[in-house]
């Protein structure tokens, strides 16, 4: 039961335009979000993050929304560059829950020069 | 160290053979995490510890995968009898707070070919 849905399993964008992706969540419990970049060959590496007394986390390029009515997250990159093609997990977890976190099945980016 | 360290990179271990992989989590992070990464990307949570202690294995299937983190040792995750399902790459991952904040600081991983 996957309860981090990326629904979009790749996305293309043009160098300088907006890169936008998206996840969706299905436990109310989840009170935490973070998103992940993976290269090929590498390990997930953390990017930005978002609490869910928030609704909006900003880091240079990177901006985190958290819709909580509509248990949905995304992640914007302005402008985007050839190097952020990689893939982008979501994740999410629940202070009940313990520490575990629940990743998204991922999007790939392409960022086309 | 200053990055979570996993050995071996590839490993290939015949249907019925033992598979053990290793992590030295960052030094100072109490918390050691391992995910299975199979097709379609997804991470399946398999076990953490809090120092040498489980802290919550509810991923850990009951038979055959078993983990340990014993003090002054790097972490390990051992599989006997692997199955061709095994196959998949073995993420480890630490942090430093037991709450759900925080990030998680990943290994580059393990990748297990079971042939």
């Known amino acids: 039961d996957q309860q981090v849905k990326q629904n979009s399993p790749s996305l293309s964008v043009q160098e300088g335009r907006i890169s936008i992706l998206n996840c969706d969540y299905t436990n109310s419990m989840f009170d935490y979000f973070l998103w992940y970049k993976k290269y090929p060959a590498e390990g997930p590496t953390f990017l930005i993050s978002?609490?869910?007394?928030?609704d909006k986390n900003e880091d240079g390029r990177f901006t985190v929304f958290l819709n909580k009515s509509a248990k949905h997250l995304s992640l914007h990159i302005v402008p985007s560059q050839p190097g952020d093609s990689a893939v982008y997990f979501c994740a999410a977890s629940a202070k009940v829950a313990g520490n575990q976190f629940y990743f998204g099945t991922g999007t790939s980016l392409t960022v086309i020069p | 160290g200053e990055e979570v360290a996993q050995t071996p990179k590839h490993l290939v271990r015949g249907e019925g053979q033992k598979a053990k992989l290793y992590c030295a989590p960052i030094?100072?992070?109490?918390?050691v995490f391992w995910y299975q990464q199979v097709l379609k990307n997804e991470f399946k949570f398999l076990i953490s510890?809090?120092?040498?202690?489980?802290?919550?294995e509810t991923g850990m299937p009951k038979e055959r995968f078993s983990a340990k983190c014993l003090p002054n040792s790097p972490c390990s995750l051992e599989i006997q009898a692997t199955k061709l399902e095994d196959s998949a790459v073995y993420f480890c991952?630490?942090?430093?707070?037991?709450?759900?904040?925080?990030?998680?600081?990943f290994g580059e991983g393990s990748r297990l070919t079971v042939l």
């Open positions: 510890f809090q120092n040498e202690n489980v802290f919550d």
């Open positions: 991952a630490s942090k430093t707070v037991g709450t759900n904040t925080g990030e998680l600081f």
């Open positions: 978002i609490s869910s007394i928030k």
């Open positions: 030094k100072g992070h109490s918390y």
